[in-house]
Nanobody
Framework: QVQLVESGGGLVPAGGSLRLSCAAS????????MGWFRQALGKEREFVAG????????SYADSVKGRFTISRDNAQNKVYLQMNSLKPEDTAVYYC??????????????WGQGTQVTVSS
C-alpha cells in the first residue's frame, strides 16, 4: 500500500514563502510521475505542479508559474513544492499525488491527506 504524507503547511503573510514536502512509502517511487494539487474552500481540486519520474520535466499551472518550484529526491522518496511570493489566493489545502501523467486529478491514484496553507493579506 502506498502512503503519501505531506508536511510544511502553515500560516504565512502575503509575499512570504513555504516549502511543502511529501514523503512516499514503497520501493517504486521513481517509477511514477508526482504532482501537487490544491483545493480551496468551496472550489474544485486543481493542478498546481507536476514532475516526471526522473525529475527533468516539470509543469505548472499558469497561476503559480514563476513563483512555485517542484522537485523530487528519488533516493529519499520525497517530492517538494517551494512556494515563493505567496498570495492570499494561494490559500488552500495542498495535496501530493502519485500518477501517470497529466493535470487531471483522475490521472492520479494515490493521494496524501493534505496540508493547509493559509496566506494572510
Amino acid at each position: 500500500q502506498v502512503q503519501l504524507v505531506e508536511s510544511g503547511g502553515g500560516l504565512v503573510p502575503a509575499g512570504g514563502s513555504l516549502r511543502l514536502s511529501c514523503a512516499a512509502s514503497g520501493r517504486t517511487f521513481s517509477s511514477y510521475v508526482m504532482g501537487w494539487f490544491r483545493q480551496a474552500l468551496g472550489k474544485e481540486r486543481e493542478f498546481v505542479a507536476g514532475i516526471s519520474r526522473g525529475g527533468s520535466i516539470t509543469s505548472y499551472a499558469d497561476s503559480v508559474k514563476g513563483r512555485f518550484t517542484i522537485s523530487r529526491d528519488n533516493a529519499q522518496n520525497k517530492v517538494y513544492l517551494q512556494m515563493n511570493s505567496l498570495k492570499p489566493e494561494d490559500t488552500a489545502v495542498y495535496y501530493c499525488a502519485r500518477g501517470t501523467a497529466g493535470v487531471s486529478p483522475r490521472e492520479y491514484n494515490y493521494w496524501g491527506q493534505g496540508t493547509q496553507v493559509t496566506v494572510s493579506s
